[in-house]
């Protein structure tokens, strides 16, 4: 007998081998006779390139070889940009090793190959580079206008995209409220805790690649498409992957070049970044300066809501850089209805790293802006935020809903969700609290935030990606092959980095299949293994690739109730399946699907038309996004004397429908908040007026530890997604989207009686207290 | 985030060490590393010999030695806030040490390290500095005692010569009546001091008879806040205090980075020093 394994808070099937360092974390592979890469990087933010001199480096000990650009210029190709978002999109030419011009402190220029990477790093001194500087380009605003210096030849606009619904003109013209809102979405850098590495080997004809990254299956395509080795040559395996957060959904310059000098050199060669390395040129987020524009009528309703965008993009298009902002031009309007909506986008270039997908990847933005201007709209209304969020958002029984910006929201109910936050929160009797303290005009203030929001996840239906130009499709595949011993190997076509799909994808098969959790293994991360996927990325993997294993266990198990049924000697339609068994109706007749794995085995007695195998493949395409949504409230408490800022309590209600593992669920809740409690409070990339990062290292680039953060109260309702038939929504970015307002519209709360609006993230000491220090003067 | 080459030396004793250090004039002193090695992968130092003391017994363990506390230079972190000695004899060296950084720095980092280091953004040199605690520079010439007040030079710079080795710090033990609190202001619980004060105060009958504070990252060395030394003698607890610890700031030249100019650094001198008092003169 089996027991029903979806639901159940399974302890991780992978953990124990992470825990005890019994890891194949890239760096940790080696090969006979590897070499070591590193990248000799430019330390200025924009300059040509006069000349590159690699011969006093080419002479020291243990130096096998040293490149420039120009040694690679033929054949290193440029890096993609699979999303070309726009009809006027400029997409420049992106060296993988600069060889004219370098546009961003930390890109390569040149690159030794060594015994050992003490010699390779000794040997990058040894490099002369004569550079003739050209003006930095660091300001949105100013790269926009008619003045500045180029990024690139074509200019500083990446793109331009508009999205107009409803009459825009009609909800602003008489409007008795207009919030006019500017919001600044500081750079992040993502730090997953694994910095990037890669190795690269051949055997003269084929290649294989290590990598620590997200989509093994993406980077095969697009490592044959930018160096024309044929696919079939190139092998992509991402062995343990420790994090990435986007931010190895990506196709870098290094594992170009890995796989190149490889060919060149005819010997494996590896590279592992240092973490200031990775500040500088692991690709970052966010980047946006949001003007939005909300009208309401006096009671609160939305009328209409206008965004207008600047999206920073870098130096350069990377993988999906422009498609960034573009995520989250279906969602400014989240849950809320109104009559009208534009959303406009301008992608700016910069001398600065390219940004592109990170945790949430447009979704956040878009999130924090509505939920501050909903909050900005309560005060202006002298309403509780909580009020003025249910006079427009969409009611339970409205669902499936589509939406002002043109997506149908298939489920949801955010009356349930919200009720039970405010419960768990004690919501009045913080409010009694935040009003003693202002009576008492206590130094330390309470102030409390609320973040309602929404999200897309399971990208993508293809045709919908379609529709968008994205350069690929967004199903999923998953294969299921029963062993001859009645075990079971699942082959996924995602590509975890820390999601545990091993366990939940182990929780679901269990189910399908009616076989022990431990009878399953879960293969990935290997083309040559997992010969068809598109990866992690987007809550995607449950959604549709969990999904997919649904399916191939479905086929699996129609395959095995032919065979039940010859074995039998009986109609198929007499089978019942009931805990992994084969029941003759009626009678005590059975046989295990284990069991029947093994007569397919020995094949001695197969029904005509009956392969010998209880194998399957499926892929699955959605016909819809997900959404998950949920209310998350924080209460803070703002030291008005110093400006320090502390959470004291945190909930968070999210509804992520389905849950198959609700340990690994609270998991991602638990480091999704985290993560966007950072961006609130302490992460901030900053570059200096001439390009350069100042935050390179952990001492200057804040990340929070569990000492910095609260016990976060966490609880779910369960509206099951229709899209799907596992009714799951996705939860790997949920809590990063949630989190970031709650804090800022709770900072911001506890800061209005003093007449402050806004305090901009990161919200820093220093900048709280020169917010109360501005409006005490 | 690969040192340049550099020679290792390992001495068995202090003279050898010293012998070590003369006879390179690129040399380094390796204590727990926790300071050095992050500029040697940053390529940001170069020297071309590192000395290593971790073994030399003369400069292990803390020793309680009647009128004052000595704490042998590699005394980890975690050794001395855990020493009886330092909890009773100089508790607020032991408040302070538990705030540096985490478990695992505390567990590698070094007491004369930190110290020798000289970054005034580093909890123990304000602490040092206060209490007017004397450090004991070993060399081939003999023994030199500095007081602290002499020893922090400029921004990592200390006044220990080429060929001299910290071997320990005299903390003078405080008689009765004496409070002690150490606030420290950082953004997160990993990162260094934005600001920090450490602070001892004699109290008789209601009153401040003496403080003496020394500042965390308030300039270029750590610094005593003398201007509100001087206005908290023999003051009532209260309203006069509040007004001596906005002197706090007089004098500073606080530096200015991505975590606080130094305008707001000034301010944050004035009301933790504040509260540094309040707290170590047991006012509510």
Known sequence: ?777 | MIPAQFDYERPSSLAEACEALAADDEAKVLAGGQSLLPLLRLRLAYPTTLVDVGRLEELQGVHDRGDHVFIGAMATHDEVMRSPAVTSGCPLVAMATSQVADPAIRHRGTFGGSLAHADPAGDLPAVVLALDGVLVARSAEGEREIPAAEFFVDYLESSLAQGEILAGVKIPKLGEGWGFHYEKFHRTAQSWATVGVAAAVHRSNGTITEARIGLTNMGPTPVRARATEESLRDVELGEQVRRACEQAADGTSPPSDLHAQPDYRRHLARVLTHRAVRTASGSP
């Not at chain 1, 990087?41 to 480096?57: K, Q, T």
């Not at chain 1, 999303?83 to 400029?90: A, F, K, L, N, Q």
């Not at chain 1, 069991?595 to 194998?615: I, N, Q, S």
């Open chain 1, 1 to 777: 007998m089996t027991t029903q394994e979806v639901g159940r808070p399974r302890r991780r099937k992978e953990d124990a081998r992470l825990l005890t360092g019994r890891t194949q974390w890239t760096d940790n592979l080696t090969r006979p006779g590897v070499l070591h890469v590193m990248f000799l990087r430019s330390p200025m933010a924009h300059a040509r390139i006069e000349r590159v001199d690699v011969s006093a480096a080419r002479g020291l000990p243990g130096v096998v070889a040293a490149f420039s650009g120009r040694d690679f210029a033929g054949e290193q190709g440029s890096l993609p940009c699979a999303w070309p978002v726009s009809e006027d999109i400029v997409i420049p030419d992106h060296p993988p090793m600069a060889v004219d011009e370098v546009r961003y402190v930390g890109e390569a220029v040149a690159c030794v190959i060594a015994t050992d990477r003490y010699r390779a790093a000794d040997a990058l001194d040894a490099i002369e580079v004569d550079y003739e500087p050209l003006p930095a380009v660091v300001d949105m605003n100013e790269a926009l206008s008619p003045g500045s210096p180029k990024v690139h030849e074509a200019g500083n606009k990446a793109f331009s995209a508009t999205i107009t619904s409803g009459d825009l003109d009609a909800a602003f013209r008489d409007a008795p409220v207009v919030i006019d809102r500017t919001y600044v979405q500081q750079r992040l850098i993502p730090t997953a805790m694994e910095p990037r590495a890669v190795m690269a080997d051949t055997d003269g004809e084929s290649f294989t690649v290590w990598s620590s990254t997200q989509i093994p299956h993406v980077l095969r395509v697009m490592l044959a498409v930018v160096t024309g080795i044929p696919e079939h040559r190139i092998r992509v395996i991402a062995p343990d992957v420790g994090g990435g957060f986007g931010s190895k959904l990506q196709v870098t310059a290094e594992e170009v070049l890995c796989l190149l000098l490889a060919r060149r050199l005819g010997r494996p060669v590896k590279w592992t970044e240092s973490r200031s390395e990775g500040n500088l040129t692991v690709h970052h987020g966010r980047d946006q300066i949001q003007h939005i524009r909300l009208a309401a009528d006096a009671d609160g309703r939305i009328r209409g809501l206008q965004v207008s965008l600047l999206a920073d993009m870098g130096a350069y298009l990377m993988l999906v850089t422009p498609g960034i902002p573009m995520l989250g031009a279906s969602l400014f309007n989240s849950i809320y209805k109104m009559d009208a909506y534009e959303f406009n986008c301008t992608g700016v270039f910069t001398t600065k790293m390219p940004t592109d997908a990170y945790r949430g990847a447009g979704r956040p933005e878009a999130t924090f802006g509505i939920e501050r201007t909903m909050d900005e709209l309560a005060a202006e209304l002298d309403l509780d935020p909580i009020e003025v969020r249910r006079r427009n958002w969409i009611r339970h029984e409205e669902f499936p809903y589509t939406t002002i910006a043109g997506l149908t929201y298939d489920s949801g109910n955010y009356e349930a969700a919200t009720d039970k936050a405010l419960s768990l929160f004690g919501y009045d009797k913080l409010r009694a609290e935040q009003a003693d303290r202002r009576d008492r005009r206590d130094p330390v203030q309470l102030g409390i935030g609320v973040s309602t929001y929404t999200e897309m996840c399971g990208l993508a239906p293809s045709r919908m990606l379609g529709e968008a130009n994205y350069g690929a499709g967004g199903w999923e595949h998953a294969s299921v092959r029963m062993l001859p011993t009645g075990k079971v190997e699942v082959i996924t076509g995602t590509s975890p980095h820390g999601q545990g799909h091993v366990t939940s994808w182990s929780q679901i098969a269990a189910d399908a299949l009616g076989v022990p959790f431990e009878d399953i293994t879960v293969l990935h991360g290997d083309t040559a293994v997992a010969h068809k996927g598109m990866d992690t990325y987007g809550s995607r993997s449950l959604v549709i690739g969990g999904v997919a294993v649904v399916k191939a266990c479905d086929k699996v198990r129609e395959k095995a109730r032919k065979l039940a049924a010859h074995v039998l000697e009986c109609s198929p339609d007499d089978l019942d399946f009931e805990a992994g068994a084969f029941k003759v109706r009626g009678t005590d007749q059975s046989r295990t699907i284990q069991e029947l794995a093994y007569a397919a085995f020995t094949a001695h007695d197969l029904p005509d038309g009956v392969e010998a195998r209880l194998d399957s493949d499926a892929t699955f395409d959605p016909d819809n996004y997900s959404f998950p949504h949920g209310t998350h409230l924080c209460a803070v408490e703002v030291d008005t004397e110093t400006g320090m800022v502390k959470i004291r309590s945190y909930v968070a209600v999210d509804d992520v429908g389905t849950v198959i593992n609700p340990l690994i669920v609270e998991g991602q809740v638990h480091g999704g908040i985290a993560q966007g409690i950072a961006q609130a409070l302490f992460e901030e990339a900053v570059y200096d007026a001439d390009g350069n990062l100042l935050t390179t290292t952990m001492a200057d680039y804040l990340l929070p530890s569990a000492a910095d953060l609260p016990s976060f109260t966490l609880d779910r309702t369960e509206t099951p997604a229709t899209s799907n038939p596992l009714g799951a929504k996705g939860v790997g970015e949920a809590g990063t989207i949630a989190s970031t307002p709650a804090v800022v519209n709770a900072i911001v709360d506890a800061l209005r009686p003093h007449g402050i609006d806004d305090v901009r993230m990161p919200c820093t000491p220093e900048r709280v207290w020169r917010a109360l220090e501005g409006v005490r003067r």
